[in-house]
């Protein structure tokens, strides 16, 4: 399942704008690394996008586990997007009917729509939910949920095959996957969590793998870590070793 085809080549075939820059700023930066910045505080979650943001492709959020949020958050946020180079992932994972999720996006009182480069969105509700998405965040990528790196998670087989015609629907505002690795189709970019160099796992479900067997082997493009960085006691430094690991696999990938 995994295609030879080299970031430079995918330019070409990825038909979402969003996609496009990202691939771009992968391909400058020499970097296939996302960093997942799950911290409670804004303080917290700006020193990391300042720390990390030269090492990373993309910031991974998750607004809603932020205790002081408010809008100038976001516009911190993206003034480091723009320093560094790096793209917003707002991993909100929306999941219900197109109206409601229009409303999600736009509304309440992170206006995600204002700030995300990339969103996220479950199938389970058919394609309503991204056809709401695609509508009122044209400037927005969405990536879909195919797989997932949690024990006993049901996004297996049929789910993750429903995921790529989905997608092939929408392929001017999908742009790729949350999967464990290449699912098939090189017109789209797999992201993968759940990785950590030592492996292992956590006392809630996660499952990690490491980013030579995910890039190399599962032929994903962009691997999201999390705890691996964040929790390191340097983490300008733990960013550079998964980066340089990340992207070397996907040199190693391409040579096989
Ligand atoms: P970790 O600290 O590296 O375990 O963080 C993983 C991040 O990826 C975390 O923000 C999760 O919400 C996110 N995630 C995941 O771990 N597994 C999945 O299948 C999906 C998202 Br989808």
């Not at 991993?91 to 309440?108: C, M, P, Y």
């Not at 195919?146 to 790529?164: D, F, I, P, R, W």
């Not at 098939?184 to 980013?211: C, H, I």
Request: negative net charge.
């Amino acid at each position: 399942k995994v295609h030879p085809l080299s970031f430079e080549q995918r330019l070409s075939l990825i038909r979402n704008k969003v996609g496009r820059r990202l691939l771009e700023i992968m391909l400058k930066k020499q970097s296939n690394l996302a960093v997942a910045a799950d911290v409670t505080t804004s303080e917290e979650l700006l020193s990391i996008a300042n720390e990390v943001g030269p090492q990373i492709c993309i910031l991974k959020t998750h607004m809603d586990i932020i205790q002081d949020w408010t809008e100038s958050v976001s516009e911190k946020l993206v003034h480091l997007a723009k320093l560094h180079h790096f793209l917003i992932f707002e991993d909100r994972k929306f999941a219900d009917i197109g109206n409601t999720v229009e409303l999600q996006l736009t509304g309440g009182i992170f206006h995600i729509a204002q700030w995300a480069d990339i969103v996220n969105a479950h199938i389970i509700a058919g394609p309503g939910t991204i056809q709401a998405l695609s509508r009122s965040a044209e400037h927005c990528g969405i990536l879909l949920l195919a797989q997932m790196s949690s024990k006993g998670n049901l996004a297996v087989q049929e789910y993750t095959q429903k995921a790529l015609e989905f997608a092939q629907q929408y392929e001017d505002a999908v742009f790729g996957f949350i999967s464990l690795g290449c699912i098939g189709d090189p017109n789209f970019l797999y992201f993968t969590p759940g990785v950590k160099l030592e492996g292992g796992g956590d006392s809630l479900g996660q499952q990690y793998t490491d980013p030579k067997t995910v890039i190399a082997i599962q032929g994903s493009d962009v691997a999201i870590v999390g705890r691996g960085i964040i929790q390191s006691s340097n983490r300008r430094e733990a960013a550079s070793t998964y980066r340089k690991a990340c992207w070397d696999a996907y040199l190693q990938r391409l040579e096989e």
